[in-house]
């Protein structure tokens, strides 16, 4: 039997004991955040398990609620039994709670449709003598209280699966919810319930103030029994032909962390509310939150020892994405306005405060042990180099193959950046990223394109490997974040550093901004140069790479090829 909110859906007596363990479970307190099954627990091979230490622990989404205990075992065997046992009794209750939902907003259709008929007599009825007016009036006042009293009653003593019997069969043909007759006496219960408030609404003249009540089932069916991890599944699917996998991976992250903040609640519920409680959940959200140890715990869990929360730019990045999944849910007509509209965090706090190095601070960076001597790794001792003297990427430096660098049909050495598939698969920010950056002559003589012509057609720096982040740089930019802080330098300096002060050399030496653009690769932003930014061929640029004062800053870089 369905029961209503707060009551024991039925088991089996094989299921009984573990039962009796989800029993005593608490949901969690108002506000608190909740969590659904973490990264690390699905890769575990007892299915919605997590360890902690040798124990094994059932760890399951239950609505908004995380049902997590521990089953007393260290046996990987036992655990799969108690488990598979557990989660029989939480599909059930999964079930019956979609059900109970159903039977919610049906219950909310027959008390709206009744306040419209209420509505249209009131209006309908004709005059009264001023005479006869107050005698009417107490009436039906006196009509209107024996009703109430009545339909408390019908509450009181269990009567609603007789009285709405007709009601609540009818509602289950109209809306196809195929309840059972158990579950037409929750309805029958529920229509009492409204019935109730029907008669509360009488008594108190609010006929017209029912905004409250919800949308029920069938008037807005794209709603109706949708939940929000529908709607993601939909909306990721919609956008994985036109966006870049990367760009992907980064929306799913996106999703998953809304749904460990929030659930899954019915999209029927989802308010400005629930998107500022996300919004608070994401400024208090742990970093590095699927790594390590962290990857097995729960939220509250990470936050009960030594944690960080993600950065002010990381909590913009998720919220422009989750605000771009609402714009395609107002597009797709599931919702009227995008709720996290104006929710952001402040420029302010997001604005980069990335600078251009000095040129004491790339004579100290250079001066480092890793460009004086033999030993360190080649991207090591290339990619500050590379960074400094061409202002790419770090991601597009690394992803480089010797046959990249090249002179092939023009008079001068270039690095081409482009877009490839297959094995060393690499992808780009963006179009404007494709472009043919001019070697300087220093670099030459320090054997640049002797190291690219020895690395022929394999990657450039064959060592870097890919990390979760799915980038070749993984590695290379920690590295030169932790050479970075050994020489002194902020957290205002970093690799993409490079790229200012390749800016600002530029522009001292008035190079005009079409050409710095397509040195950098930033759109051009005009219709001209956004068009036909391929007129600025090699030879064009290397004009102004070699006007760059790239020998004063390398002059204490020891020659490696």
């Known amino acids: 039997m369905l029961a209503d909110a707060g009551s024991t859906p039925a088991v089996s007596t094989k299921q009984s004991k573990q039962y009796q363990l989800l029993r005593k479970i608490k949901p969690p307190a108002k506000r608190t955040v909740t969590h659904s099954v973490t990264l690390g627990a699905l890769f575990l091979r007892v299915p919605y398990t997590i360890l902690r230490g040798n124990t094994y622990h059932f760890n399951r989404r239950l609505g908004q609620n995380t049902v997590r205990l521990s089953l007393q075992t260290t046996c990987k065997r036992q655990a799969f039994k108690l488990a598979a046992g557990l989660n029989e009794v939480v599909e059930i209750m999964q079930i019956e709670r979609a059900k109970l939902e159903s039977i919610r907003r049906a219950a909310k259709t027959w008390l ?47 009567e609603h699966h007789v009285a709405f019997r007709w009601d609540s069969e009818k509602l289950s043909q109209e809306f196809n919810l195929g309840l059972t007759d158990e579950h037409l006496k929750v309805l029958a219960y529920h229509i009492a319930q409204a019935n109730v408030v029907f008669w509360q609404k009488l008594q108190s003249k609010e006929l017209v103030s029912f905004e409250d009540i919800g949308s029920p089932p069938g008037i807005d069916e794209t709603n109706s029994s949708r939940y929000f991890s529908d709607l993601v599944n939909e909306y990721l699917d919609s956008i994985k032909r036109d966006i870049k996998e990367k760009s992907l991976s980064e929306y799913r992250t996106s999703l998953k962390i809304a749904q460990e903040i929030i659930g899954d609640p019915p999209m029927t519920e989802f308010t400005r509310k629930t998107a500022r409680a996300l919004m608070d959940g994401l400024y208090e959200y742990p970093v590095n939150r699927t790594k390590g140890k962290k990857a097995s715990l729960g939220i509250e869990e990470i936050k009960a020892g030594d944690w960080k929360p993600i950065s002010a730019t990381t909590v913009d990045n998720h919220h422009s994405r989750l605000s771009s999944f609402f714009n395609w849910c107002v597009k797709s007509e599931y919702f009227k306005t995008n709720f996290f509209e104006g929710l952001g965090p402040s420029k302010k706090l997001t604005k980069s405060q990335r600078r251009s190095f000095e040129e004491d601070e790339l004579k100290k960076l250079f001066s480092h042990s890793t460009f004086q001597k033999h030993g360190t790794k080649a991207w090591q001792y290339w990619l500050p180099i590379l960074g400094f003297a061409t202002g790419a990427r770090i991601e597009e430096l690394a992803g480089l193959r010797g046959s990249d660098i090249t002179k092939r049909n023009s008079s001068c050495w270039y690095i081409d950046i482009h877009e490839r598939s297959g094995e060393s698969e690499r992808t780009l920010k963006n179009n404007a990223s494709v472009r043919r950056v001019p070697v300087h002559n220093y670099l030459i003589e320090l054997g640049l394109c002797r190291f690219a012509e020895s690395r022929g057609n394999d990657l450039l720096f064959h060592s ?32 993409h550093s490079f790229r200012h002060t390749m800016r600002d050399m530029l522009s001292n030496e008035r190079i005009p901004g079409e050409r710095i653009k397509a040195i950098l690769g930033h759109d051009q932003g005009d219709v001209t140069f956004g068009t036909y930014g391929s007129i600025f061929k090699a030879e064009h640029l290397n004009l102004d790479i070699q006007k760059l004062p790239i020998e004063n800053t390398l002059q204490t870089v020891k020659q490696r090829y």
């Open 112 to 158: 709206k449709r009744n306040l419209e008929v209420a509505i249209i007599t009131e209006a309908s009825k004709p005059p009264v003598d001023n005479g006869d007016a107050e005698a009417a009036r107490i009436e039906e006042q006196q009509d209107q209280d024996a009703a109430a009293e009545n339909a408390k009653a019908l509450v009181r003593d269990r």
């Open 464 to 495: 870097l490997t890919k990390y979760s982040s799915g980038k070749l740089s993984h590695e290379a930019s920690k590295w030169f974040g932790r050479l970075k802080n050994s020489l002194g330098f902020g957290k205002d300096l970093t690799f």
